[in-house]
């Protein structure tokens, strides 16, 4: 229990809970403000790279703030008291994650009671749960990839790295498109760009990627803190 106490008050001393938090919700207001302008097109498509623009630098936030946890000796002072490194790390990655989840959770349901359905597509809600966990589910390997590299790198570092990796593979992901599953399908599905006979499956298969990929990143970070002297 205490762990995760220290976590919320350290992100919330760097003032960083809160826009992890506010991110989300600005994407979804955003998109509601374009769609009433430029149309229901426009509007999902910007809730699509609002969502990944907001996952994106969440991570990128999440990983400065563990730099700066190591950087300043909090962490060696926890480890020094025999709280398990693995286990430091596991609540650095479970209580910003779960803040970023629910708060992507929330920014989806505001989006999807603001934003009207398309012209003659059926309100379905078990399709609509799956698209905006599969749009929130790539914040996870981002975060734990951001952890990994923070273990051994500065805040600014840390924070250029998460946006200059994420850009880079954003790249064939964006070309890819729709034509195959991907850990970013999500982000086709808000954007309505993936056929609507199949989109409870393509999120489903996107959210199992995510969180493979998060398992790998957890455990490289968790390697990399072992090995890390402190």
Do not use: K, N
Request: charged residues 10%; neutral net charge; contains cysteine.
């Amino acid at each position: 229990m205490i762990l995760p106490i220290h976590v919320a008050r350290q992100l919330w001393i760097q003032l960083r809970l809160i826009f992890l938090l506010a991110l989300p919700a600005v994407a979804a207001v955003a998109a509601v403000i374009i769609d009433a302008v430029f149309g229901f097109t426009a509007g999902r498509l910007a809730l699509a790279v609002g969502l990944a623009a907001a996952a994106v630098v969440s991570a990128a936030l999440v990983g400065a703030g563990f730099t700066e946890e190591i950087g300043s000796g909090a962490a060696a002072w926890l480890v020094v008291r025999a709280v398990p490194r693995t286990a430091l790390i596991g609540a650095w990655l479970a209580l910003p994650a779960m803040a970023v989840l629910l708060s992507f959770v929330l920014a989806g349901v505001l989006a999807g009671l603001a934003l009207p359905p398309a012209v003659g597509e059926a309100p379905d809600p078990v399709a609509a749960v799956v698209t905006i966990v599969a749009a929130a589910a790539p914040a996870l390997p981002l975060t734990a990839a951001a952890l990994a590299v923070a273990v051994a790198a500065t805040w600014r570092v840390t924070f250029a790295a998460i946006i200059v990796g994420a850009a880079i593979v954003a790249v064939p992901l964006v070309l890819l498109g729709e034509s195959a599953v991907h850990p970013a399908s999500g982000y086709w599905l808000v954007a309505g760009l993936v056929p609507a006979d199949r989109p409870i499956t393509v999120g489903l298969q996107a959210i199992g990627l995510c969180l493979a990929l998060a398992a790998l990143a957890w455990g490289l970070a968790a390697f990399r803190f072992l090995r890390r002297d402190l």
